[in-house]
């Protein structure tokens, strides 16, 4: 499941090679519909971004360091396919069938559409121009209480906070070894710094996640903002958003530890 990254069901199938063959076909069409590829840049995107601020902060050295080894990590192909893999994990037949039905139907169809397009365009512009419209014609109070309901199914706002701590954790752990030369040292520290990271994307998630909703599917009619409610608060619905969350923090966690060997290989001390 994909609704927005604000800046972003039950049988198992048996044994056997052809009914992997078709969980694997299967699996990797739901990853393309429910948008994790979209994420999967987003993520390998922020983190080098961030990467670039932090290695601002050093010394000329390790940040050289810094750069040359997230390049070398955030290898867009491998995080992908590391994502995928997640993805595919812990698979439930007819909870995909049921999720395919519905990403296929014309509502599914359409709110993808709506979803895409929001992507596309200059968010701080679109948006001021939205809030200064509902000023005018406010949404009316029923379709904010669905749409409310939505973004609570679809876990919008953890997912987002998932993720900018995700690209925190990554990067401060890169720092953390390039400063003390020992990943182990300062947990605490790192641990209070992710804290706090997740809190602040949660709230900031929390406050916006009303008019992004309101803007993303201000075009869908209620009747349609409320089938995609009752498929996301099914069990269908529950478990794709659960593979979605597992597949980006799979590829977190995978990047952290990437990124750790490389820069415990490359410390000076080590060649020493």
């Not at 709230?203 to 993303?216: A, P």
């Not at 593979?243 to 799979?250: E, Q």
Request: charged share 25%; glycine share 6%.
């Amino acid at each position: 499941m994909r609704t927005m990254i604000l800046l972003g069901f039950i049988a198992l199938i048996g044994p056997g090679c052809g009914s992997t063959l078709a969980r694997n076909g299967q699996a990797d069409r739901l990853y393309e519909l429910a948008g994790v590829p979209g994420q999967i840049s987003a993520l390998v995107e922020a983190v080098a971004l961030y990467a670039a601020e932090q290695a601002g902060g050093l010394d000329l050295g390790p940040g050289r360091r810094l750069r040359v080894a997230i390049s070398a990590t955030a290898e867009p192909s491998a995080v992908d396919a590391v994502a995928r893999a997640s993805f595919a994990s812990d698979w439930q037949r007819d909870a995909a069938q049921t999720a395919l039905h519905w990403y296929t139907s014309p509502t599914g169809e359409r709110m993808r559409d709506l979803e895409l397009r929001a992507n596309e365009v200059d968010w701080d512009a679109a948006l001021s121009d939205f809030v200064d419209e509902i000023i005018r014609e406010p949404v009316p109070l029923h379709r904010v209480a669905l749409l409310a309901r939505l973004a609570e199914a679809t876990q919008a706002a953890e997912s987002t906070a998932e993720l900018e701590t995700g690209v925190a954790r990554i990067v401060l752990r890169g720092v953390q070894i390039l400063v003390s030369g020992d990943a182990s040292t300062d947990d605490a520290d790192l641990f209070l710094r992710l804290s706090a990271v997740y809190d602040g994307a949660i709230g900031r998630s929390r406050m916006q996640e009303s008019i992004v909703f309101q803007f993303v599917y201000y075009a869908a009619s209620d009747e349609e903002i409320e089938q995609y409610v009752l498929f996301a608060e099914s069990p269908a619905g529950q478990w794709i958003i659960a593979r979605d969350r597992a597949a980006l923090a799979a590829a977190v966690d995978w990047l952290e530890r990437r990124l750790r060997g490389l820069l415990e290989e490359a410390q000076p001390s080590a060649a020493a």
